[in-house]
């Protein structure tokens, strides 16, 4: 009896465990013996997926087991070799950086936002004699390409040890700390000579500052050079065309919605022929709720974004797509014209995207299968990032596991799988107790038995 209660209450964790995906495509694989494949991700992966690292897309193989992969969301441009390049710098009065963030109002730039010359800024060949200086760099185009700054001083035998601190911004406004303390170090020791001249740098903001931390010390400054990495875009560019499903007027503005999660990059609007509008997007998504809980908070991606589509001798001409930093996935989408007027319709909102990719291990049997789509999926590590790693630096950055495609892909549990499971029970404590009072009923049965054979003595 204590047997099959114990069966009947792990059975709903046995149903628990086997969770499921909305969708499924068989695998084709371009060779049987490589050991690990890449499948680039069609639309209706993106659409099925409900996650926004993708870890609800997975690969089982013949026998319904996950083998070991990982997802990526987006697919980055193939890295290039590294292009040196001197970059135009500035030197910044000590006391301008003090005062404040606010840097636009004593730097002048052009009509393309390039520094071309700084108020009361500190002479390059009395930068040593007073207080040292802050450096401001402008990347210009190359911002988001530079990899690592090259720091060269006029005297390159200065025996020095400084820090600084590295700040980012693209709009001279507000800036954004990329590293707290950087040391740059020259030493000399007879012929020996330890040299650290060389910040490695991660951003995609333009404009650059080095900040010292001492107050004097630091020789003159010949020039800083950066390390420019021009990653190969492919090219390999897909669009989701989006359907105004409301709105117009007043502050809502045109409202739209993307079914799934793709990792968008650029933005472009269809106006009606022979128009111009200056426009607000913004994007949001039920997981990014105000602080109070209420309704999703709306991001804005760009002010003022001039689109216009012009019909001239036959043929037709419009506004390039907007590039936005960074990617977005989110599902809700809205466009808020300026004030000044009305498109005659509502536009097209065009969103794109590179398709992500699967990389995967050729473990257990094939045929493989990918699967999409569950609400229920655990994020789990990405066991498989230090192995690729390590083949692209042996056989060269532009490494690829060997190819598979997607097949036809079917419905397997469907909108069944986007439900949330519920909040497991603790079938410990049940089972515990089903024990106990089975263990009370054997022990009351027995005392009623004995009592039986008294009374019938």
Request: charged share 20%; proline share 7%; glycine share 8%.
């Amino acid at each position: 009896m204590i047997k099959r209660l114990l069966v009947l209450a792990l059975l709903p964790l046995a149903a628990q465990a086997n969770d499921d995906f909305a969708r499924q495509w068989p695998l084709q694989l371009s060779r049987s013996d490589a050991g690990a494949y890449r499948v680039p991700l069609d639309a209706s992966v993106h659409q099925a997926a409900h996650w926004r690292d993708l870890r609800d897309v997975r690969v089982l193989d013949a026998d319904g087991k996950p083998v070991p992969s990982v997802a990526y969301a987006a697919a980055t441009p193939l890295p290039g070799p590294l292009r040196r390049q001197a970059l135009q710098w500035f030197a910044l009065p000590p006391a301008t950086v003090a005062a404040g963030d606010d840097l636009s109002v004593v730097v002048q730039r052009d009509a393309g936002g390039r520094v071309v010359s700084i108020r009361n800024a500190v002479a390059a060949s009395n930068a040593a004699a007073a207080a040292d200086p802050a450096w401001l760099l402008d990347l210009g185009n190359d911002a988001g390409k530079l990899r690592a700054l090259d720091v060269e001083w006029d005297d390159a035998g200065a025996t020095l040890d400084l820090g600084y601190r590295l700040e980012a911004s693209n709009d001279l406004r507000g800036w954004q700390v990329l590293d707290p303390q950087v040391r740059l170090v020259q030493l000399r020791n007879r012929e020996r000579e330890l040299r650290s001249n060389r910040i490695e740098v991660a951003t995609s903001l333009r404009y650059l500052r080095l900040v010292p931390l001492q107050r004097n010390g630091a020789p003159r400054l010949r020039g800083i050079a950066g390390e420019m990495d021009d990653a190969v875009d492919t090219g390999d560019w897909q669009w989701q065309e989006l359907q105004a499903e409301a709105g117009g007027d007043g502050k809502d503005g045109y409202l739209y919605r993307l079914q799934g999660r793709f990792p968008v990059q650029r933005l472009d609007v269809v106006l009606p022929t022979n128009s111009a509008m200056g426009w607000t997007v913004s994007s949001r998504d039920d997981d990014r709720a105000a602080a109070d809980g209420d309704a999703p908070v709306w991001r804005v991606l760009a002010r003022g974004w001039n689109t216009w589509n012009l019909s001239e001798a036959g043929g037709q001409q419009r506004s390039a797509p907007l590039e936005i930093p960074g990617t977005v996935d989110d599902h809700q989408w809205r466009l808020q014209a300026e004030p000044g007027g009305l498109p005659s319709s509502a536009p097209v909102l065009r969103l794109g995207y590179r398709p992500g990719s699967v990389v995967f291990l050729a473990q257990g049997r094939a045929p493989y299968l990918l699967v999409a789509g569950s609400a229920n999926a655990i994020e789990s590590p990405a066991a498989l990032d230090p192995m690729l790693a390590a083949l692209r630096t042996r056989n060269g950055a532009q490494w690829q596991p060997a190819a598979a495609s997607l097949g036809t892909g079917v419905q397997r549990a469907g909108d069944a799988a986007y439900q949330p499971a519920p909040a497991p029970r603790d079938w410990k404590n049940l089972v515990l107790w089903a024990v106990l009072v089975a263990g009370a009923l054997a022990v009351a049965g027995f005392a009623v038995s004995l009592l039986r054979g008294r009374q019938a003595g």
